[in-house]
């Protein structure tokens, strides 16, 4: 299960989107974002879904690979779902007992919800997963530079988050590793009930905290070994400039955008879509 987190990993392969510029992909997974919240009928997400496999088959990742990223919130999908099953109010009821009730519009809003957190996390995981985190701190850092006016600290925050990203491999790594660790000195993750399985994380959370503190030390005498003040007098060896590629990706946006509004209030006109 911890292995099947893909947030933070990056996998490198030379494909059209590795080259994209960081902040193209930064402003289209926004886009990807907010769209997804827009889209209401099952046609939006077939032409969500069509989209991003033609992503993932351009950016030469694995699907299976990406896909292993839904075990680790699976249950977050089934409780989303039981919570939109059992609690939306409807005209057509198919089951009752008690305040619960089972509807045709809760299974249809069930549907929709679970479809639109697999989406989120498969789509996230493309801007991780193609981007290395140098690029994706100075994307971010560029983003953020004109909020430096109100004193919003660009640099620090592009820097923390990065940081965060790139140690949630390192993180679950060792996390596994002491899992292993205590299991061959007979410690039982599995059995039991609720509290039994909570006691039995105490000593994987101990160590990993350890770890995670000695790590993030040994990451600030490095830092401060090598003269690191923040954003002060700081120059970059590479640049980032705009391409033909991602002035075509823009465009593509574009389109999207378009092609989602249309498809939102098609509905409008064409009642019959769900």
């Given at each position: 299960?911890?292995?099947?987190?893909?947030?933070?990993?990056?996998?490198?392969?030379?494909?059209?989107?590795?080259?994209?510029?960081?902040?193209?992909?930064?402003?289209?997974?926004?886009?990807?974002?907010?769209?997804?919240?827009?889209?209401?009928?099952?046609?939006?997400?077939?032409?969500?879904?069509?989209?991003?496999?033609?992503?993932?088959?351009?950016?030469?990742?694995?699907?299976?690979?990406?896909?292993?990223?839904?075990?680790?919130?699976?249950?977050?999908?089934?409780?989303?779902?039981?919570?939109?099953?059992?609690?939306?109010?409807?005209?057509?009821?198919?089951?009752q007992w008690g305040f619960l009730s089972?509807?045709?519009?809760?299974?249809?809003?069930?549907?929709?919800?679970?479809?639109?957190?697999?989406?989120?996390?498969?789509?996230?995981?493309?801007?991780?997963?193609?981007?290395?985190?140098?690029?994706?701190?100075?994307?971010?850092?560029?983003?953020?530079?004109?909020?430096?006016?109100?004193?919003?600290?660009?640099?620090?925050?592009?820097m923390m988050m990065t940081i965060a990203?790139?140690?949630?491999?390192?993180?679950?790594?060792?996390?596994?590793?002491?899992?292993?660790?205590?299991?061959?000195?007979?410690?039982?993750?599995?059995?039991?009930?609720?509290?039994?399985?909570?006691?039995?994380?105490?000593?994987?959370?101990?160590?990993?905290?350890?770890?995670?503190?000695?790590?993030?030390?040994?990451?600030?005498?490095?830092?401060?070994?090598?003269?690191?003040?923040?954003?002060?007098?700081?120059?970059?060896?590479?640049?980032?400039?705009?391409?033909?590629?991602?002035?075509?990706?823009?465009?593509?946006?574009l389109v999207y955008i378009a092609a989602?509004?249309?498809?939102?209030?098609?509905?409008?006109?064409?009642?019959?879509?769900?």
């Amino acid at each position: 299960m911890i292995r099947d987190i893909t947030i933070g990993q990056y996998y490198p392969v030379d494909s059209p989107i590795h080259r994209l510029d960081a902040r193209v992909k930064l402003t289209m997974t926004f886009i990807y974002i907010i769209t997804l919240f827009m889209v209401n009928n099952f046609v939006g997400y077939f032409f969500v879904i069509a989209a991003l496999t033609g992503i993932i088959k351009i950016s030469k990742v694995p699907i299976k690979f990406m896909l292993k990223g839904i075990k680790s919130i699976m249950i977050i999908i089934l409780f989303t779902a039981f919570i939109n099953l059992f609690m939306t109010k409807g005209v057509h009821i198919i089951w009752q007992w008690g305040f619960l009730s089972l509807t045709v519009e809760g299974v249809i809003l069930a549907i929709k919800m679970c479809i639109r957190l697999i989406l989120l996390i498969v789509g996230s995981s493309v801007l991780t997963l193609t981007t290395t985190p140098i690029q994706l701190t100075d994307g971010i850092e560029y983003m953020l530079r004109p909020f430096k006016k109100i004193g919003v600290p660009a640099h620090e925050i592009a820097m923390m988050m990065t940081i965060a990203l790139r140690f949630i491999p390192t993180l679950l790594d060792e996390t596994d590793k002491i899992m292993k660790a205590q299991q061959a000195r007979g410690a039982d993750f599995d059995s039991g009930n609720l509290m039994q399985k909570a006691k039995s994380l105490i000593p994987i959370l101990v160590p990993l905290f350890i770890s995670a503190f000695r790590r993030a030390e040994e990451l600030a005498m490095a830092m401060e070994a090598r003269c690191y003040h923040g954003d002060e007098n700081r120059t970059r060896m590479n640049r980032m400039h705009m391409q033909k590629g991602d002035y075509r990706a823009l465009t593509m946006g574009l389109v999207y955008i378009a092609a989602i509004l249309g498809l939102r209030y098609a509905t409008n006109f064409f009642p019959f879509i769900i």
